[in-house]
């Protein structure tokens, strides 16, 4: 998963307290929703990180 993306959907502090492993990163449904649609794209190399409302 590109750390941008990640750090767009999760601030520091959600990912150090409730998203500190790839299990738990890879189970939340915002993550689930990123990885599909990477494996349907996989020719492709630069995507645009997309913030979530918080």
Do not use: S, W
């Not at 767009?8 to 939340?28: I, P, S």
């Not at 599909?36 to 645009?48: E, L, N």
């Amino acid at each position: 998963m590109c750390h941008k993306q990640l750090h767009a959907l999760f601030t520091n502090k959600e990912l150090a307290t409730g998203l500190a492993d790839v299990v738990a990163l890879r189970a939340h449904p915002d993550v689930r929703k990123y990885l599909d649609f990477i494996v349907k794209h996989p020719g492709a190399k630069t995507f645009k990180a997309k913030k979530r409302a918080r």
